[in-house]
């Protein structure tokens, strides 16, 4: 039978071995400080970062084989709107779209800089349509954007 700090280090070994770490040093250094509560707590770390690992995996799945759509969330969609409206306001291929969209820009710019705590349904709603129009502008989808440079 083996003892639970063979099946610890066992659980640590599978649990690192695809990652970059030098396991068998994290493996050496609990062994060195092993104590009842040190293993118990260890045991529970373990057990989180397994079931992360797996929601993880599950999620990957998921965007790869395309049963969950994977879209640019609220605060991304502002810092995008904001990144547009600051640094390239003055492109001619989107001086019409700044200039359609006169409140949505600098309503975003608020929201990412914390000047605004909330926004009203009609708020959100222009957000996103300015966030929508200028996907189409690009020809793009939404897949879940974090720059305007992945856009443009």
């Given at each position: 039978?083996?003892?639970?700090?063979?099946?610890?280090?066992?659980?640590?070994?599978?649990?690192?071995a695809d990652n970059r770490l030098e396991h068998y040093l994290i493996g050496r250094y609990f062994a060195q400080t092993a104590t009842t509560q040190n293993y118990d707590n260890?045991?529970?770390?373990?057990?989180?970062?397994?079931?992360?690992?797996?929601?993880?995996?599950e999620w990957l799945k998921d965007i790869i084989i395309g049963e969950k759509q994977v879209t640019t969330t609220f605060d991304n969609k502002c810092k995008i709107l904001t990144e547009?409206?600051?640094?390239?306001?003055?492109?001619?291929?989107?001086?019409?779209?700044?200039?359609f969209y006169d409140i949505a820009l600098p309503l975003a710019f608020a929201v990412t800089k914390g000047h605004i705590a909330g926004l009203t349904k009609s708020g959100e709603e222009l957000i996103?349509?300015?966030?929508?129009?200028?996907?189409?502008?690009?020809?793009?989808?939404?897949?879940?954007?974090?720059?305007?440079?992945?856009?443009?």
């Open positions: 039978m083996k003892s639970k700090e063979e099946i610890l280090a066992r659980k640590l070994d599978d649990l690192l260890f045991e529970v770390m373990v057990e989180s970062a397994r079931q992360e690992k797996e929601n993880r995996v547009l409206w600051t640094d390239h306001y003055a492109d001619e291929e989107l001086e019409d779209f700044v200039d996103d349509e300015a966030f929508s129009d200028l996907l189409r502008q690009y020809g793009e989808s939404d897949k879940g954007f974090s720059s305007i440079e992945e856009i443009i």
